[in-house]
Antibody, heavy 119, light 108 residues
Framework: EVQLVETGGGLIQPGGSLRLSCAASGFTVSSNYMSWVRQAPGKGLEWVSV???????YYADSVKGRFTISRDNSKNTLYLQMNSLRAEDTAVYYC?????????????WGQGTLVTVSS | DIQMTQSPSSLSASVGDRVTITCQASQDISNYLNWYQQKPGKAPKLLIY???NLETGVPSRFSGSGSGTDFTFTISSLQPEDIATYYCQQYDNLPGYTFGQGTKLEIK
C-alpha cells in the first residue's frame, strides 16, 4: 500500500528556516517524480516544487531561490528545505507522487503538515 | 504561464441532481487536465486524470470530458458523500502544474 507521511511543520518566525520530510512506503521515491503542493488557510491548492527521477528540480516562481527539494534514497524520503520564510508561506504542505506517462497528475498524497510563519 | 479558470466557485444542488463544473485553460493543454476532490481537513484525492480517465476505485457517477482549452467534470447523480471542494489541475511542460480556483459543492 502506498503511503506518504509528512513531518516537520510548525511555528517559525519570518526569515527563519524549516525542513519538511515526507517518508514514503509502498513504492520507491527515487524511481518516481515527487512534488510538494501547499494550501494556505481557506485558500486553494498551489504547486510548489517537483523533483524528477533523474534528479532535476523545478520550482514555482513564488519559492524559487528560497526552497530546495531533495530526497534521500536510502531512507526513501523526500524533503523540502524552506529558507527566508515569509508570512505568505503559511500553509499546509502536502507531498505527492506524480503519476502518468508524462508525469501530469498527483496520484498519491500525504496528510499534510502545517507551517505557520508568524512573529 | 497557463491560466486556469474554474467555474462556478460554489454550487448548491440536491441529492440525485446532475452536477457540472467547468475548467478553461488560457491555451491548448491537450488532455493534460485532472480533477480532484478535497473534503475538509483532508488531502486532495485524484478522481479523473488526462481529462476523462476514471481513477481506480472512484465511483462511476464521476466523469470528465474535453480537450484543448475547455473541460467539464460531471457528477451524474449527487450523493451526500460528494460534498467537498473540487479542483481542476493542468500540466505544462515548463514544467509546471496549475490548479483551478476550486468549486465548493454543497447540498441544497
Amino acid at each position: 500500500e502506498v503511503q506518504l507521511v509528512e513531518t516537520g511543520g510548525g511555528l517559525i518566525q519570518p526569515g527563519g528556516s524549516l525542513r519538511l520530510s515526507c517518508a514514503a512506503s509502498g513504492f520507491t521515491v527515487s524511481s518516481n517524480y515527487m512534488s510538494w503542493v501547499r494550501q494556505a488557510p481557506g485558500k486553494g491548492l498551489e504547486w510548489v516544487s517537483v523533483i524528477y527521477s533523474g534528479g532535476s528540480t523545478y520550482y514555482a516562481d513564488s519559492v524559487k531561490g528560497r526552497f530546495t527539494i531533495s530526497r534521500d534514497n536510502s531512507k526513501n524520503t523526500l524533503y523540502l528545505q524552506m529558507n527566508s520564510l515569509r508570512a505568505e508561506d503559511t500553509a499546509v504542505y502536502y507531498c505527492a507522487r506524480v503519476g502518468g506517462l508524462v508525469a501530469t497528475y498527483f496520484d498519491y498524497w500525504g496528510q499534510g503538515t502545517l507551517v505557520t510563519v508568524s512573529s | 504561464d497557463i491560466q486556469m479558470t474554474q467555474s462556478p466557485s460554489s454550487l448548491s444542488a440536491s441529492v440525485g441532481d446532475r452536477v457540472t463544473i467547468t475548467c478553461q485553460a488560457s491555451q491548448d493543454i491537450s488532455n493534460y487536465l485532472n480533477w480532484y476532490q478535497q473534503k475538509p481537513g483532508k488531502a486532495p484525492k485524484l478522481l479523473i486524470y488526462d481529462a476523462s480517465n476514471l481513477e481506480t476505485g472512484v465511483p462511476s457517477r464521476f466523469s470528465g470530458s474535453g480537450s484543448g482549452t475547455d473541460f467539464t467534470f460531471t457528477i451524474s447523480s449527487l450523493q451526500p458523500e460528494d460534498i467537498a471542494t473540487y479542483y481542476c489541475q493542468q500540466y505544462d511542460n515548463l514544467p509546471g502544474y496549475t490548479f483551478g480556483q476550486g468549486t465548493k459543492l454543497e447540498i441544497k
